[in-house]
């Protein structure tokens, strides 16, 4: 059986949390990067329910997508370009981003992180399992009872890297979130 991969499901959701997202800065002029732009459809709706001026820099992979943006490997562009430039960083991925997230913690950058966590049945990656507290030799030989509770092994994942909140949809096995990362990476939202 073949996945199907929808490009912007719950997409009322994904625009009303954008806009959640941009409401808790204060500036009136924003910059986002969004790491997995697609056609850049859902800024583009942002941008049309908001009064704030939003500049977006856009990253995608594929090479005929529309619109003006970077195209290639987000993991490049996020090792080398200056993130701290940027109020939201956008990672709307399938599935977790879960190693832009850490190049973006890794490199100290506070300000909004948009993600997607989007776990099927014993779909975790094993670096969350692993960030949890478990062994590689645990996750061998139960994998499917790890895989259990998918949401509270993200929390589990997010709290080793002292981020205790976000904001967002949680929607079956689709969840769309923010966390606000700050100097001290406390997160109060």
Known sequence: MSKVLTENSYLEEKVKLRIL???EITKNELLILD???????LWNLVKQQTTKKIHVLRI??????????LVGDNMKY???IDLYQFDIIDLDAFGFAIDQL????QRGYNGIIILTFIHL??????KILIQSGYTLAMIKKCRSLLCAGPLDKLKMYLSTKRIYEMKGYFIGNKNYFYIRISQNRQVKI
Request: proline share 0%; aromatic share 10%.
């Open 21 to 23: 997202a941009t409401a």
């Open 35 to 41: 790491c997995f732009s697609a056609d850049g459809t």
């Open 60 to 69: 995608e992979k594929r090479k005929d997508a529309k619109g003006v943006y």
């Open 78 to 80: 996020l090792e080398n």
């Open 102 to 105: 850490d190049v973006i913690l």
């Open 121 to 126: 049945y014993n779909s975790l990656s094993n």
